[in-house]
């Protein structure tokens, strides 16, 4: 509740910067009201210009939405195109030379890759992979550093009409091995390793591990050495060099449907199972292409850096897809900004003369907290907006960003969106839209936001509600792979109108400005990552010690919130030294199960945990208690209400 507070005694606001909004695409309130209306009052023609457009299809589309089978919604159905060509082919005629990527590796080196040179990489993996068999609509999964490699991955799937799925390289064996058995993938695209902050990342050793413990899907493993440590498994791994060597540069793409499948991307949700959400081809490539058009105001002369990794879909949309789908130059950094010390980012933004960044509010904050003397020791004239992802940034990291970062010059994009949604849903046009800090501003045109009760009625202003999309648009979620049932009780449930249901709370101004409370499912969201308190609750019991355990979230200073478990063992409860070294066994476990960024910051044993009458977790006391109060007002209800005392350690 202490962001809320926060939040709504934040008044003040910023004009859009006149200099920046004289060369934006939309440049003043009054455009973006115009392509509001547009959408208004032809919602498919407004869709269906914007696809025609940003995109090049290669068999132009007649029907823009084809809703008979809602909530399955289709776009574009006969359409065809292939994502690699939006990305690469169609830029070569007039920028061949021009730098697609410039790849910082975690020691400084920097390498160079052209437009030219990017397609023909893509091009030899893709021949490569089809060499290997792999074919339309088969599944890969892709478990890489952040090196250029894993976009050419990520293109090279998408150029034969592959289905990847990006598993981000710090989640564990076990959840690796889930996510490839969920897609049935045959072939996996690794290298021996990464390297972050001075240390090797071993990929290719959880990849084994993931296999050793049941992949039968999967037949072939590619692997890219980049630490030189490729221990090759005869008759099952190649070498990414190997495959390639000897394959040409130029490689037929597959011109897809609209619809067939781009990519699958896990997330979590509210139950223990991540959810692996469908995104389409023509769909996705459409507001990928317009958002970063539109809200990074993306054009030729830019140096664009995203710090996303490509295992999140910040990756996908706005590092592979959307900036190399406009042609632009983007930096790609393999490393983390406190090494070798935290100036890293400032100095690549000098260093790269960075003209748009777009990073994460736990990355902010992180970096606020070491002082104003580090940013001031470098050049960051070359800025001219700067960007927020994945969770409420608080108005203090805001200014601090807007001041010192971008020296009251740069605009500051709070985008609101999610893996489900695609691209951008809810964000300023930088030189149209006034900014507020901690407010996401305004839907952008076309995405019909708004906020309502759990009927589905709209609230009023200044009132907490669901934040809902009203109507389907292009890069919308398709399904959950394996499990459409889930995706529409999930995203469509029944009371609410078939609205798309986001699992965010959020109240409107009254400007009519979108203000994110946070979420409303099981769901905590730390250093911007989504994480499932079920999903931990199901790696806790799985350890043998353990029968019972409850996850909940509080609020971090840096991570915005900050993982608390409360752990029943069988036996005695642990106690002293025991309980130690019980928390960091458990600690490990977790890192094990899921990754290290799911393992809990507390853990706290007790002879059980608060329930009702009825047998349900009290989740809502444990909030409390995770912040040091004990529950005011009526736990009548409660089982055992002894317990409360004992989890609060007194
Ligand atoms: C949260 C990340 C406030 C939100 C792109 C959402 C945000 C979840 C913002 C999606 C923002 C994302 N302000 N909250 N600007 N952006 N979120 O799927 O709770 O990893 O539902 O996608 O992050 O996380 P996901």
Same mark, same amino acid.
Request: charged letters at 20%; proline letters at 6%.
């Given at each position: 509740?202490?962001?809320?507070?926060?939040?709504?005694?934040?008044?003040?606001?910023?004009? /859009?910067?006149?200099?920046?909004?004289?060369?934006?695409?939309?440049?003043?309130?009054?455009?973006? &009201?115009?392509?509001?209306a547009?959408?208004?009052?032809?919602?498919?023609?407004?869709?269906a210009?914007? %696809?025609?457009? *940003?995109?090049?299809?290669d068999?132009?589309?007649?029907?823009?939405?084809?809703a008979?089978?809602?909530?399955?919604?289709?776009?574009?159905?006969?359409?065809?195109?292939?994502a690699?060509?939006?990305?690469?082919d169609?830029?070569?005629?007039?920028?061949?030379?021009?730098?697609?990527?410039?790849?910082?590796?975690?020691?400084?080196?920097?390498?160079?890759?052209?437009?030219?040179?990017?397609?023909?990489?893509?091009?030899?993996?893709?021949?490569?992979?089809?060499?290997?068999? +792999?074919?339309?609509?088969?599944?890969?999964?892709?478990y890489?550093?952040?090196?250029?490699?894993?976009?050419?991955?990520?293109?090279?799937?998408?150029?034969?009409?592959?289905?990847?799925?990006?598993?981000?390289?710090?989640?564990?064996?076990?959840?690796?091995?889930?996510?490839?058995?969920?897609?049935?993938?045959?072939?996996?695209?690794?290298?021996?390793?990464?390297?972050?902050?001075?240390?090797?990342?071993?990929?290719?050793?959880?990849?084994?591990k993931?296999?050793?413990?049941?992949?039968?899907?999967?037949?072939?493993?590619?692997?890219?050495?980049?630490?030189?440590?490729?221990?090759?498994?005869?008759?099952?791994? +190649?070498? =990414?060099?190997?495959?390639?060597?000897?394959?040409?540069?130029?490689?037929?793409?597959?011109?897809?449907?609209?619809?067939?499948?781009?990519?699958?991307?896990?997330?979590?949700?509210?139950?223990?199972k991540?959810?692996?959400?469908?995104?389409? @081809?023509?769909?996705?490539?459409?507001? %990928?292409?317009?958002?970063?058009?539109?809200?990074?105001?993306?054009t030729?002369? &830019?140096? #664009?850096?995203?710090?996303?990794?490509?295992? =999140?879909?910040?990756?996908?949309s706005?590092?592979? #897809?959307?900036?190399?789908?406009?042609?632009?130059?983007?930096?790609?950094?393999?490393?983390?900004?406190?090494?070798?010390?935290?100036?890293?980012?400032?100095?690549?933004?000098?260093?790269?003369?960075?003209?748009?960044?777009?990073?994460?509010?736990?990355?902010?904050?992180?970096?606020?907290?070491?002082?104003?003397?580090?940013?001031?020791?470098?050049?960051?004239?070359?800025?001219?907006?700067?960007?927020?992802?994945?969770?409420?940034i608080?108005?203090?990291? =805001?200014?601090?960003?807007?001041?010192?970062?971008?020296?009251?010059?740069?605009?500051?994009?709070?985008?609101?969106?999610?893996?489900? @949604?695609?691209?951008?849903?809810? %964000?300023?046009?930088?030189?149209?839209?006034?900014?507020?800090?901690?407010?996401?501003?305004?839907?952008? /045109?076309?995405?019909?936001? &708004?906020?309502?009760?759990?009927?589905?009625?709209?609230?009023?202003?200044?009132?907490?509600?669901?934040?809902v999309?009203?109507?389907?648009?292009?890069?919308?979620?398709?399904?959950?792979?394996?499990?459409?049932?889930?995706?529409?009780?999930? #995203?469509?449930?029944?009371?609410?109108?078939?609205?798309?249901?986001?699992?965010?709370?959020?109240?409107?101004?009254?400007?009519? #400005?979108?203000?994110?409370?946070?979420?409303?499912?099981?769901?905590?969201?730390?250093?911007?990552?989504?994480?499932? @308190?079920?999903?931990?609750?199901?790696?806790?019991?799985?350890?043998?010690?353990?029968?019972?355990?409850?996850?909940?979230?509080?609020?971090?200073?840096?991570?915005?919130?900050?993982?608390?478990? *409360?752990v029943?063992c069988?036996?005695?409860?642990?106690?002293?030294?025991?309980?130690?070294?019980?928390?960091?066994?458990?600690?490990? =476990?977790?890192?094990?199960?899921?990754?290290?960024?799911?393992?809990?910051?507390?853990?706290?044993?007790? &002879?059980?945990?608060?329930? @009702?009458?009825?047998?349900?977790?009290?989740?809502?006391?444990?909030?409390?208690?995770?912040?040091?109060?004990?529950?005011?007002?009526?736990?009548?209800?409660?089982?055992?209400p002894? +317990?409360?005392?004992q989890?609060?350690?007194?």
């Amino acid at each position: 509740m202490s962001n809320l507070e926060s939040i709504l005694t934040e008044n003040r606001i910023f004009p /859009p910067n006149p200099a920046f909004s004289a060369r934006a695409r939309i440049d003043s309130k009054a455009a973006y &009201d115009r392509l509001v209306a547009e959408a208004e009052a032809d919602y498919e023609g407004f869709w269906a210009r914007l %696809a025609r457009e *940003f995109v090049t299809w290669d068999t132009p589309f007649s029907t823009v939405l084809d809703a008979h089978r809602a909530p399955h919604y289709r776009w574009f159905t006969e359409g065809r195109l292939n994502a690699s060509v939006n990305c690469i082919d169609r830029h070569l005629p007039t920028k061949a030379n021009k730098i697609a990527l410039i790849a910082e590796a975690d020691d400084g080196s920097v390498r160079h890759i052209s437009y030219q040179q990017l397609h023909d990489q893509v091009a030899q993996l893709a021949n490569g992979l089809r060499s290997l068999g +792999i074919a339309q609509g088969d599944r890969v999964i892709i478990y890489m550093p952040m090196i250029p490699e894993a976009s050419i991955a990520m293109l090279a799937c998408a150029r034969i009409g592959a289905i990847h799925s990006v598993v981000f390289g710090g989640f564990s064996a076990e959840a690796l091995r889930d996510r490839i058995n969920d897609t049935g993938a045959r072939l996996i695209i690794t290298a021996d390793g990464g390297m972050r902050g001075g240390r090797a990342v071993p990929l290719k050793a959880a990849v084994d591990k993931a296999i050793e413990a049941g992949c039968p899907s999967v037949e072939k493993v590619v692997v890219y050495e980049r630490i030189g440590n490729a221990c090759l498994t005869e008759g099952r791994d +190649i070498a =990414w060099a190997t495959l390639t060597a000897a394959q040409p540069s130029t490689c037929p793409p597959v011109m897809v449907e609209a619809e067939h499948p781009l990519f699958l991307l896990y997330t979590s949700g509210s139950t223990g199972k991540p959810k692996g959400v469908q995104h389409s @081809t023509g769909g996705f490539l459409v507001n %990928a292409c317009m958002t970063n058009a539109w809200v990074f105001d993306l054009t030729d002369d &830019d140096v #664009y850096w995203c710090t996303a990794d490509v295992g =999140w879909i910040t990756g996908h949309s706005y590092v592979t #897809y959307g900036p190399l789908a406009l042609g632009v130059t983007q930096v790609m950094f393999e490393g983390i900004p406190s090494y070798p010390d935290g100036g890293r980012f400032w100095q690549m933004i000098e260093r790269h003369k960075v003209s748009v960044f777009y990073t994460a509010p736990t990355a902010i904050r992180a970096l606020m907290k070491l002082g104003d003397a580090i940013p001031a020791q470098y050049d960051l004239t070359s800025l001219r907006l700067l960007g927020t992802v994945g969770e409420p940034i608080n108005p203090e990291a =805001w200014m601090w960003y807007h001041r010192v970062i971008g020296a009251e010059r740069c605009p500051i994009a709070d985008t609101w969106w999610q893996t489900e @949604t695609g691209a951008h849903m809810i %964000a300023p046009l930088p030189g149209a839209i006034a900014t507020k800090p901690g407010s996401c501003t305004l839907p952008l /045109p076309g995405i019909i936001a &708004d906020i309502v009760d759990d009927e589905g009625n709209p609230v009023g202003h200044n009132q907490g509600g669901n934040l809902v999309i009203k109507k389907p648009w292009p890069s919308m979620i398709r399904t959950i792979w394996g499990d459409d049932a889930r995706f529409a009780r999930s #995203y469509f449930p029944e009371k609410l109108k078939g609205y798309y249901l986001a699992g965010d709370s959020a109240r409107r101004d009254d400007d009519g #400005y979108f203000w994110i409370m946070g979420r409303i499912d099981d769901v905590l969201n730390v250093s911007g990552h989504r994480l499932g @308190t079920m999903e931990i609750e199901s790696a806790l019991v799985a350890h043998p010690k353990v029968a019972e355990a409850a996850v909940v979230g509080k609020p971090h200073e840096i991570k915005g919130e900050a993982v608390v478990a *409360f752990v029943v063992c069988k036996g005695e409860r642990p106690q002293g030294a025991e309980a130690e070294a019980m928390v960091n066994t458990l600690r490990d =476990w977790v890192a094990e199960q899921i990754g290290p960024i799911a393992k809990p910051d507390d853990i706290r044993f007790g &002879d059980n945990l608060p329930k @009702t009458r009825s047998g349900k977790i009290m989740r809502r006391l444990l909030r409390g208690i995770a912040i040091g109060e004990l529950p005011q007002g009526d736990v009548s209800t409660l089982e055992n209400p002894a +317990i409360l005392e004992q989890l609060l350690g007194k």
